[in-house]
């Protein structure tokens, strides 16, 4: 079984700071890894996602992630945090293939964006 | 290019009514799909997942069942509401792994 820890339940950084959000998996198979980010009263949408390919993933927004085997972590991260960026982020693992059983999803994070 | 419809997208209901809430996909051809929930500060949660017609799987118990009449739809349904059934309920699709999802829907239980 797999299982997802977001370190954080919230993290505030000043508009133009480096952002960052982190994400640690358990997982017995090599896994798949996602972040989502939900906008208020929003469904989730797709960051980015890991499937075994390169382990520096860049996704939409200017996020980016990466993934280290050795430390069982997908941090997600942002070099200028923009207001827009305001949401709840949440890490999500699947085994590898993806598998129909769904994802495994962290609590998540809310991201608070001072001006 | 495929998209995903929640519907009702706010719903309040009273103890022991019934609940139908339906996920319809457009786009994509025999989709595996997921209904979760969101409860506050509680992630999310794995309900039910269906990899085709009549196919259900249910991840927990609780009094919510869920059906897949057609290929690209999904509905969730109770025959008597819980106070604790009150949440955001997000419907799912996926084709390769990744899961897309949909604008969800916010159930009040009174």
């Known amino acids: 079984a797999q299982s997802v820890t977001q370190l954080g339940s919230h993290v505030s950084v000043s508009e133009g700071a480096l952002v960052l959000l982190r994400c640690n998996y358990s997982s017995s198979v090599p896994p798949y890894l996602f972040w989502y980010v939900q906008y208020p009263n929003q469904g989730l949408q797709l960051l980015l996602k890991y499937t075994s390919a390169a382990t520096l993933v860049k996704g939409i927004n200017g996020f980016e992630a990466e993934f280290k085997k050795s430390e069982t972590s997908f941090h997600l991260t942002k070099p200028s945090a923009h207001m827009s960026d305001a949401a709840e982020y949440f890490c999500a693992v699947s085994v590898a293939g993806g598998g129909a059983d769904g994802l495994t999803f962290g609590k998540g994070t809310h991201l608070i964006i001072q001006p | 290019s495929q998209t995903i419809h929640q519907w009702p997208a706010t719903l309040v209901q009273p103890v022991g009514s019934p609940l139908s809430l339906e996920c319809t996909v457009e786009g994509t051809s025999n989709p595996n799909l997921y209904w979760y929930r969101q409860a506050a500060g509680r992630g999310l949660q794995l309900l039910f997942y269906?990899?085709?017609?009549?196919?259900i799987s249910s991840e927990v118990p609780q009094n919510l069942s869920a059906s897949r009449p057609q290929d690209r739809q999904f509905i969730l349904s109770s025959k008597k509401l819980l106070l604790s059934d009150s949440g955001f309920y997000l419907c799912a699709w996926s084709v390769v792994g990744t899961q897309y999802f949909g604008p969800g829907t916010r159930l009040l239980v009174l």
């Open positions: 269906s990899v085709g017609i009549g196919q």
